[in-house]
């Protein structure tokens, strides 16, 4: 199963980005979410959202500037970043669930897309 993943590049603090992420029909019934992993740290969850788009997860240093949403009929998820930090530098990847509620434990997802490169410059 491949996910792609598009939308990263180089912007300026406080500009916004539009990532999605084809997941193709193994994201039916299932959650759908964001991870990221910045340079020389972990990976690190971002934002989920169930099956149905009526429930989302987010991580407390992206609330309030990151919305994550779903088309279904595309089987497409989309991460809108607002007010982009130097911080949010990181290699992001979209992951498909095993169940239809978002999990913020990178164990609850069992596909990965191959990362896309989001760069904030100060």
């Known amino acids: 199963v491949q996910l792609q993943a598009s939308g990263g590049g180089l912007v300026q603090a406080g500009d916004s980005l539009r990532l999605s992420c084809a997941a193709g029909?193994?994201?039916?019934?299932?959650?759908l979410a964001w991870f990221r992993r910045a340079p020389g740290k972990e990976r690190e969850f971002v934002a989920g959202?169930?099956?149905?788009?009526?429930?989302?997860v987010y991580a407390d240093s992206v609330k309030g500037r990151f919305t994550i949403t779903r088309d279904n009929a595309k089987n497409t998820v989309y991460l809108d970043m607002n007010t982009l930090e130097p911080e949010d530098t990181a290699v992001y990847y979209c992951?498909?669930?095993?169940?239809?509620?978002?999990?913020?434990?990178?164990?609850?997802?069992?596909?990965w897309g191959q990362g896309s490169l989001v760069t904030v410059s100060s």
């Open positions: 959202i169930g099956w149905k788009g009526g429930s989302t």
């Open positions: 029909r193994t994201s039916s019934n299932n959650a």
């Open positions: 992951a498909v669930g095993l169940r239809p509620v978002p999990s913020r434990s990178d164990s609850a997802y069992r596909y």
